[in-house]
């Protein structure tokens, strides 16, 4: 009924693709891209109610078909939203190396337009994956459930910079803006400001007096530290840890530029938190503890420099539940992010993954969702996560083989369904998966304890036991986070040497250690007298 309403208002179908597959894939994978991208005077609770009706999870749907129409009918008294996503800068400068540059200047729009509450505004990963423009714009709005876009150029030469922007209707390709920028490089910020406030008037969004004064604020005074911070930016999105490793040399050195850049801060806490923190990534770069406390000096100076920050509190938000573990305090901060920057997609992402943590599933999958709808590549396997954790495996399984077949080549992506089949007795075949993992990122060690695990749990010992054993030798030469040995240990039913390693993970705010009371991981220490101290110290008890 809803796909028929929807056609009804649209004119097309909410689920188009080349083939059956494509179609099925988005449905399976994604929202329907909003029904007012095609028709904008479709009223926002009408939207809301298709939106609902049209949910993968037949849970979240309406009851009944009266409830349904009930909704359709209801009177609109929210704030409108609009949406719009902004295209990876072209770079046309004669030297390739400034397209560090140009994706700098996409990204700071965003972080400029995700402060207005009254839009939705699609996250970096998302857009990203579109520098080539390989599909019509139509094409791309429809896979991004937006109803703008905005595309430009950047081109640099020595001092002067040229900056074409221009807003667009994804269905129509009607231009509802366009500017020419030439200026000096020290303009850049007053640039990337004039773009975001004509696309927020263009779009009609509400501004308050406080967004306007957080998109207008400059950054830094310091060019020179603006570039390098849009190098260590660049660096970090590798998501690598050597990535990482240089994203905090670039930092550094633009905060040497300049003392007072808090956004420079922010950025090299949260690299020292990944790279402290990165499960299954290369080791040899320090302990976890060594960068936390990298990070909490970061964020304190931070701070202090600009309390209100959402960037700041959003990564703070993170530290606090995944290291410290002060939950209420970690509460707080992301709900100040929320609010100081409602477009934030890490916000929800990261408020979700410690609602798992401390089962408040619900909650949790609600926060997941709204991250997906702000990134969809970023987030597109946490829902799934969550959901597992939830124990709705049935709702989670398309979207699992869904995602294994849009991203044959992620280990993350196998290792979820592996997980997944296993847990719905599909034994052989999540194996399989789980191997799958692990072969694709064969360096690491998170997948590779999850398979111990794994081949514990379908009888398969000696299996379990040779991973066990190859990680404890590893863990010779280099360090290896406990927390994924105990997965190994876990499985085969030792579980004092498990808990010895999650102790000796919680000492050292190691891997993930913050997620074990969610995880169905270790279901089978819950009540082991140690299991529930350690609990306690980790104040989830």
């Known amino acids: 009924l809803a796909c028929v309403v929807y056609e009804m208002l649209a004119g097309e179908p909410p689920y188009t693709g080349r083939t059956a597959h494509a179609v099925l894939a988005k449905q399976l994978t994604g929202p329907a891209p909003s029904v007012r991208r095609l028709r904008p005077t479709v009223a926002a609770a009408m939207e809301r109610a298709l939106t609902k009706a049209l949910s993968v999870t037949p849970a979240d749907r309406f009851p009944s078909p009266d409830a349904f129409v009930e909704a359709l009918m209801a009177p609109d008294t929210s704030t409108d939203r609009r949406s719009v996503a902004v295209l990876p800068f072209v770079n046309l400068s ?93 303009d850049i910020f007053a640039i990337q400001t004039d773009v975001a406030l004509h696309i927020a008037e263009a779009l009609r969004a509400t501004l308050t007096r406080d967004e306007q004064t957080r998109i207008r604020k400059e950054p830094t005074h310091n060019v020179e530290a603006y570039q390098l911070y849009l190098q260590g930016r660049q660096q970090y999105l590798e998501f690598t840890d050597e990535g990482m490793v240089k994203a905090i040399g670039f930092f550094e050195r633009a905060i040497r530029k300049d003392p007072d850049y808090a956004l420079a801060y922010v950025a090299l806490a949260a690299s020292h938190l990944e790279i402290g923190g990165t499960e299954g990534g290369e080791p040899g770069h320090g302990t976890p503890e060594q960068h ?36 209420s305090g970690a509460e707080r901060e992301f709900q100040a992010a929320m609010a100081l920057n409602p477009g934030n997609a890490d916000a929800y992402g990261f408020y979700g993954r410690m609602l798992s943590a401390m089962e408040r599933h619900d909650e949790a999958i609600a926060m997941v969702r709204k991250a997906r709808e702000l990134d969809p590549i970023a987030y597109r ?12 495996l049935e709702e989670a399984s398309p979207l699992a083989q869904a995602l294994v077949a849009l991203d044959p080549e992620s280990p993350r992506a196998h290792s979820t369904l592996g997980w997944l089949l296993v847990l719905q007795g599909q034994r052989e075949e999540g194996i399989a998966e789980l191997e799958n993992a692990v072969a694709l990122l064969p360096s690491g060690t998170l997948f590779l304890g999850q398979l111990g695990q794994g081949y514990a749990v379908v009888g398969r010992e000696q299996d379990a036991r040779a991973v066990a054993r190859q990680l404890e030798e590893l863990s010779r030469k280099q360090y290896v986070e406990p927390y994924h040995l105990a997965y190994v240990y876990t499985g085969l039913g030792e579980y004092d040497a498990a808990i010895d390693r999650l102790e000796q993970a919680y000492d050292e705010r190691s891997g993930m250690i913050h997620g074990i009371k969610g995880s169905f991981l270790f279901t089978a220490l819950h009540g082991h007298p140690r299991f529930e101290a350690l609990l306690g110290r980790m104040n989830l008890a």
């Open 94 to 186: 004669a030297d390739p190396e400034n397209e560090y540059f140009a994706d700098g200047i996409t990204e700071d729009v965003i972080a400029h337009l995700s402060k207005v509450r009254t839009l939705d505004v699609i996250s970096r990963t998302s857009v990203m994956p579109y520098k080539k423009r390989e599909r019509s714009l139509r094409e791309i709005g429809a896979e991004l459930g937006v109803g703008t876009l905005l595309e430009g150029s950047v081109r640099r030469a020595g001092n002067r910079v040229r900056i074409v922007a221009q807003l667009l209707d994804a269905e129509s390709d009607q231009h509802l803006w366009a500017e020419t920028y030439d200026r000096e490089l020290t």
């Open 292 to 327: 936390y406390v990298r990070a909490r000096t970061a964020l304190d100076r931070a701070q202090a420099l600009d309390p209100g920050l959402g960037e700041a509190h959003c990564i703070l938000g993170l530290l606090k539940f995944g290291w410290e573990f002060d939950w």
């Open 381 to 392: 396997s946490d829902l799934i996560s969550t959901l597992i954790r939830a124990g709705r």
